[in-house]
């Protein structure tokens, strides 16, 4: 790549190619069908609120944004893929996986990617990288497209996870490809404005309820319902939250809501001002060590 401008065409033709591939029919098919029932649901005036066409505007426009910025910063992820190797980390031959069927294959890869992907959550609502994952909670009105509403520097943390947790564990392609659609299209359904809690099989897939209360503005929610698919995880790992239907306010105090300048520099803008605040403490470190030196 030698110039901004080859650049740039390089992602209007990425652009264009999403655009005519067949999968990307399915995904807005999908998601014209859940905010067409959306509307059926709550009526035009609600579902068509000043509040939710914000929302909707603001996300579109951030997953535009990404088509442009995320291949940028996936050209770092080849850099951490590229120290792994060297490393020699020993990993599972893919021969171990040749004779299992591609279902089992499909679910193993989407049991392992939703391992990662609860750390890294857990990881992300922690305060240095809050700032990156905040997007995402900054929709007031939280919708299937909120599925799309994630900082592009959110989606090289993930790749790099799982382009190191995937290639230890040496998952052949075909399968991780099937397991991310459905993953994708489940991503989706847990944004859907209902209160479905999934009885008894609450802890064995994610639920729209499971999912609200992660988004839930009340301080006894911050930092549960990790999990994308599996909410055993924050069982096991004691993050696991569901009083009950959701019916509190959702979104993230301080941040902005759908201005979408403010929103891809907020995490430049809150690290700017979390150093700000670091930096009396650190002056008064250097003032205290000199003092404890010793007079010659
Ligand atoms: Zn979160
Ligand atoms: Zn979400």
Redo the contacts with the bound molecule.
């Keep these: 790549m030698n110039s901004v401008g080859d650049y740039i065409m390089a992602r209007f033709e990425a652009w264009c190619r999403l655009a005519n591939d067949p999968s990307s029919y399915f995904v807005a098919a999908f998601l014209l069908i859940v905010l067409g029932c959306d509307v059926i649901r709550k009526g035009w005036r609600r579902s068509l609120s000043r509040r939710a066409i914000e929302s909707v505007a603001a996300t579109l426009a951030i997953f535009h944004i990404n088509i442009v910025l995320v291949p940028g910063v996936w050209l770092l992820s080849d850099q951490v893929k590229q120290a792994y190797d060297l490393l020699g980390i020993p990993s599972i031959p893919g021969s171990v996986w040749t004779d299992l069927p591609t279902w089992l294959l499909s679910f193993l890869g989407i049991l392992a990617a939703d391992f990662a992907n609860y750390w890294n959550h857990r990881l992300m609502h922690m305060k240095w990288l809050w700032p990156v994952h905040a997007i995402?909670h900054s929709d007031p009105v939280?919708n299937g497209l909120?599925?799309y509403r994630v900082h592009a520097l959110e989606n090289l943390v993930m790749l790099v996870s799982y382009t190191l947790l995937l290639s230890w564990i040496g998952l052949p392609r075909d399968a991780i490809g099937y397991g991310a659609l459905i993953v994708l299209f489940h991503n989706i359904y847990?944004?859907i404005d209902v209160d479905w809690g999934h009885g008894p099989l609450r802890l064995l897939v994610a639920s729209p309820r499971f999912?609200r209360w992660?988004?839930a503005d009340v301080p006894a929610a911050y930092g549960k319902n990790l999990a994308n698919v599996f909410p055993f995880f924050d069982w096991i790992f004691g993050t696991y939250r569901v009083p009950g239907p959701c019916n509190v306010p959702l979104g993230a105090t301080g941040v902005p809501r759908n201005n979408v300048l403010k929103l891809t520099l907020w995490p430049l803008i809150e690290w700017l001002r979390l150093a700000a605040r670091l930096l009396p403490t650190f002056q008064r470190q250097v003032v205290d060590d000199r003092r404890d030196v010793p007079a010659e």
Excluded: L, P, R
Aim: aromatic share 0%.
């Design positions: 995402h939280v909120t599925t847990v944004h999912h992660h988004h």
